[in-house]
């Protein structure tokens, strides 16, 4: 697609574009520049050239490209090109293909995407309250989107090798931006063996950092530069590298990353045919 066909994306009037191309583009417009207004309409419109599975992919590709990018970017990507390409060994947060790259060894290879009992994951979602059970009920219908991205969210927010408690907190902050507190309710067991209660949630609302260790201070502003605007500052980050490893770095963006696009439209699907409110 050129430039101009993008910049008209969704628009009725755009040219040489398909209306599947052209309600998908428009779905991913609402949810970067409009995702609070996000409604069931939003959706309705995807059903009216997508199956319901497709609708369901389209939503969540949509979801990861909403924080993913930002994430790349928060690494200091765009500032390490050459010739419009990423040169990997000068990243700050290095990448497992970049020691391939140096060498004449094969890159690594892609693993095949976990394939998890549905069942089994909203089983422990429901247990954990974390992520919303209802949320990947929403995915079910799609034949590996739920066991791929609820692979993807027990394996760096609710494990991984950063301490829990630093993820719940990015949860809960994440939550409390987007206004949606179902993606991180009080009674959630994942929050309260990680010790956050009421006292963190208010001084996360408050925008008080100053209640919690410095580790967790410098993965927050981290967190509250992807949430919010986007970008992260260099000082930001160096506070970041201070506290933490580059494969921790690597965790806490997916941490955020997928959930950050998900949170938004999990909040736009309550009260709709697909989640019910509360």
């Known amino acids: 697609m050129t430039e101009k066909q993008l910049s008209k994306a969704g628009d009725a009037d755009a040219e040489g574009v398909t209306p599947r191309e052209q309600a998908a583009l428009r779905f991913g417009k609402r949810l970067c520049y409009g995702w609070p207004d996000l409604n069931q309409s939003d959706y309705e419109d995807l059903l009216r050239v997508f199956t319901e599975q497709e609708m369901i992919e389209v939503v969540t590709l949509c979801a990861w490209q909403f924080g993913g990018p930002n994430m790349l970017t928060s690494w200091g990507a765009e500032g390490y090109k050459r010739d419009g390409k990423v040169v990997l060994e000068a990243l700050p947060v290095r990448l497992a293909y970049a020691d391939a790259a140096k060498s004449e060894a094969s890159p690594p290879s892609i693993p095949h995407p976990p394939m998890l009992s549905i069942s089994d994951l909203i089983n422990r979602a429901m247990q954990r309250r974390s992520p919303p059970a209802e949320w990947l009920k929403f995915l079910s219908p799609h034949p590996f989107l739920p066991s791929t991205w609820g692979a993807l969210y027990e394996a760096v927010v609710e494990g991984g090798i950063v301490e829990n408690r630093i993820k719940q907190l990015q949860r809960v902050l994440l939550a409390e931006y987007v206004q949606c507190s179902a993606w991180a309710p009080e009674a959630s067991a994942s929050l309260t063996a990680a010790g956050i209660g009421s006292r963190e949630r208010t001084a996360l609302r408050a925008q008080d950092l100053t209640v919690f260790s ?65």
């Open 214 to 278: 410095r580790r967790e201070q410098a993965a927050l502003r981290y967190t509250e530069g992807l949430v919010g605007t986007g970008q992260v500052s260099d000082a930001a980050f160096g506070d970041l590298k201070a506290e933490f490893t580059e494969s921790e770095i690597v965790e806490l963006g997916y941490a955020v990353s997928v959930q950050n696009g998900a949170s938004r439209v999990f909040r736009s699907l309550l009260g709709t045919k697909w989640v019910e409110p509360g």
